[in-house]
């Protein structure tokens, strides 16, 4: 049982601690955000250097490493968003009375640019690891990669729970793009795909035969994968997620001299998660 405990309790606590410290620096003030994303790029470039050192490997201990790896170069890439670095040409409310594609539209252009790095980097990543036994930290990056855009369509379409206060106040803009409902037709879809992806992956680490790098590797990203099927479910019920990471959302007092930013639109909410942090 510890086989398959250890793993999910570490894919756990990345996910949590991760979410909680993306979130955390992301509503930090804006001046202090030259310094978070100067740190994330030493994070990157060793994550990265950390991706081939263990690339080759398939001690149970590089799984957990590479996992690591891959969920912290997700972080640093949802923080260059949340942060302003890279995000897209528009970046302003969506105006009214547009249509369902014209919203759409309008909405990916808000973060043109950051898709295309997820892209770029998601290529990198491929280009590091393809054909070594170690393809955790891709894997992973994949997992919260489609996950996210899962979420965000999610969002877009319709969810009740949209968790505006996630944002920090110069992305509130996004949340005319957002519309509000019970539910849309995507979200049975989206989870159920998800969570039989889930069990199969724990059908194949607990399979007769699989190796002990094998088990904890896909222990790993099938908890990863069951966390972003949870945060879907988050997006649909009344359940306090934001007590998970209440300590990410310490109270700023105005700095004398710092411009408010204005919040515009009134339609709908955001979330970043999945829209996630690590996620």
Request: with cysteine.
């Amino acid at each position: 049982m510890l086989a398959y405990a250890a793993p999910a309790l570490f894919a756990l606590f990345v996910w949590w601690l991760g979410t909680g410290v993306v979130l955390f620096l992301d509503n930090l003030p804006r001046r202090t955000y030259r310094w978070s994303l100067l740190a994330a790029g030493a994070v990157l470039l060793a994550a990265l250097w950390g991706l081939i050192a263990t690339r080759a490997s398939t001690d149970p201990a590089a799984a957990y490493a590479a996992f690591a790896w891959g969920v912290l170069i997700w972080g640093v890439l949802e923080m260059t968003y949340f942060m302003g670095l890279v995000s897209g040409p528009r970046k302003s409310p969506c105006p009214e009375g547009c249509r369902a594609w014209r919203r759409f539209a309008l909405a990916l252009a808000t973060s043109l640019y950051h898709e295309v790095s997820i892209v770029l980097t998601g290529a990198l990543l491929l280009a590091l690891t393809w054909g070594e036994p170690n393809m955790v930290g891709f894997w992973a990056f994949v997992v919260l990669w489609l996950m996210r855009w899962s979420a965000k369509l999610n969002v877009f379409l319709g969810v009740p729970n949209l968790n505006i206060e996630w944002l920090p106040e110069h992305l509130r803009f996004l949340q005319s793009y957002m519309g509000q409902r019970s539910m849309n037709h995507l979200f049975p879809l989206s989870v159920t795909i998800a969570t039989v992806v889930v069990v199969l992956l724990l059908g194949e680490a607990a399979a007769a035969g699989a190796s002990a790098f094998d088990t904890v590797a896909l222990t790993l990203i099938a908890t990863l994968l069951a966390l972003a099927v949870l945060e879907h479910w988050f997006l649909v019920l009344p359940l306090p997620d934001e007590a998970l990471w209440a300590w990410a959302f310490k109270p700023q007092a105005p700095v004398q001299g710092e411009a408010e930013p204005q919040e515009t639109g009134d339609r709908g909410r955001s979330s970043p998660r999945c829209v996630a942090p690590v996620r």
